[in-house]
T-cell receptor, first 112, second 116 residues
Framework: QKEVEQDPGPLSVPEGAIVSLNCTYSNSAFQYFMWYRQYSRKGPELLMYTYSSGNKEDGRFTAQVDKSSKYISLFIRDSQPSDSATYLCAMSGSSNTGKLIFGQGTTLQVKP | GAGVSQSPSNKVTEKGKDVELRCDPISGHTALYWYRQSLGQGLEFLIYFQGNSAPDKSGLPSDRFSAERTGGSVSTLTIQRTQQEDSAVYLC??????????????FGEGSWLTVV
């Protein structure tokens, strides 16, 4: 079993829809949670960073962490065609390591 | 300003050959990372350099893989006696400090390696 599980999709939605992306994990030591966006043939770019449990909002994006359920989510409101990309969750349990554990990534397509 | 630069962007090599992949991090960034991404997969951690500390090599898949960072800046990932399963995108990243407390990790565009 992988430490981090993420549905690879693909996920196809109409423009303007609310998108929900999710990851589950097994390591209860994880404290740092991130969402990255990766366009085709590009490197990942950080979208959201959350420490421990709770919600964080940035524009159209909201990240949620539920440590009791070992479940994290990324919500995208008013989705745009430019949001079409692969979304990767990443997490780590220690502030003294550069090792992030990534999910497989979910491919999202937002249709005009 | 310049981002993380990687070279070559594409490399096709024959099985059994050695390859070197280069990474130029963002100027001033003390932390440098190598990850590997196979087709349709997430990123797999390979190695992490932080300042003058001993690198975290725990992700290197075999002794055919090695990496060094010279002068706290440029890094080279070397794969010896390449195998077809080494075919992947090798991503380098850097950050101003440890990857938490607001230190964003910036990724390069990757070196696409194909072993034939």
């Amino acid at each position: 079993q992988k430490e981090v599980e993420q549905d690879p999709g693909p996920l196809s939605v109409p423009e303007g829809a609310i998108v929900s992306l999710n990851c589950t994990y097994s390591n209860s030591a994880f404290q740092y949670f991130m969402w990255y966006r990766q366009y085709s043939r590009k490197g990942p770019e950080l979208l959201m960073y959350t420490y421990s449990s709770g919600n964080k909002e940035d524009g159209r994006f909201t990240a949620q962490v539920d440590k009791s359920s070992k479940y994290i989510s990324l919500f995208i409101r008013d989705s745009q065609p430019s949001d079409s990309a692969t979304y990767l969750c990443a997490m780590s349990g220690s502030s003294n390591t550069g090792k992030l554990i990534f999910g497989q990534g979910t491919t999202l397509q937002v249709k005009p | 300003g310049a981002g993380v630069s990687q070279s070559p962007s594409n490399k096709v090599t024959e099985k059994g050959k050695d390859v070197e992949l280069r990474c130029d991090p963002i100027s001033g960034h003390t932390a440098l990372y190598w990850y590997r991404q196979s087709l349709g997969q997430g990123l797999e951690f390979l190695i992490y350099f932080q300042g003058n500390s001993a690198p975290d090599k725990s992700g290197l898949p075999s002794d055919r893989f090695s990496a060094e960072r010279t002068g706290g800046s440029v890094s080279t990932l070397t794969i010896q006696r390449t195998q077809q399963e080494d075919s992947a995108v090798y991503l380098c990243a850097s950050s101003l400090g440890q990857p938490y407390s607001g230190n964003t990790i910036y990724f390069g565009e990757g070196s696409w390696l194909t072993v034939v």
